[in-house]
């Protein structure tokens, strides 16, 4: 699979291990994703690091991830490259998801205070 799932203190941090996220990959992670929202994930790390390109269809499984937590928790993204921030900047994605550079960052902030 071109992604795993591993918890992180009360987190779980998703690590996309595909350069491309596109109509072939996007369909798997959507219902992958939307799985893990349905099955009481709240706090979600996407780790991007890997992740060269993105085109529609993968931007909509991230939106579908977004809207299956109806508001009650947070997906943020981290190790995003200067080009696909362009295009999150450029589609305005960047304004749905707060954006981290690492995913050591990511998790300590979404992480309950304790």
Do not use: W
Request: proline share 4%; glycine share 8%.
């Amino acid at each position: 699979m071109p992604f795993t799932a591993v918890p992180n203190a009360d987190v779980l941090v998703v690590k996309i291990h595909a350069k491309r996220l596109d109509a072939y990959l996007a369909p798997e992670f959507k219902a992958r994703l939307v799985h893990l929202v349905q099955s009481g994930h709240e706090r979600i790390v996407m780790d991007m690091a890997a992740l060269e390109f993105i085109d529609s269809s993968g931007l909509g499984a991230l939106i579908a991830g977004f809207k299956a937590l109806g508001g009650r928790g947070e997906i943020v993204l981290c190790g995003i490259t200067p080009r696909l921030m362009s295009l999150f900047q450029l589609t305005h994605v960047n304004k749905l998801f707060h954006i981290f550079d690492s995913a050591e960052e990511a998790v300590r902030r979404l992480a309950p205070s304790a």
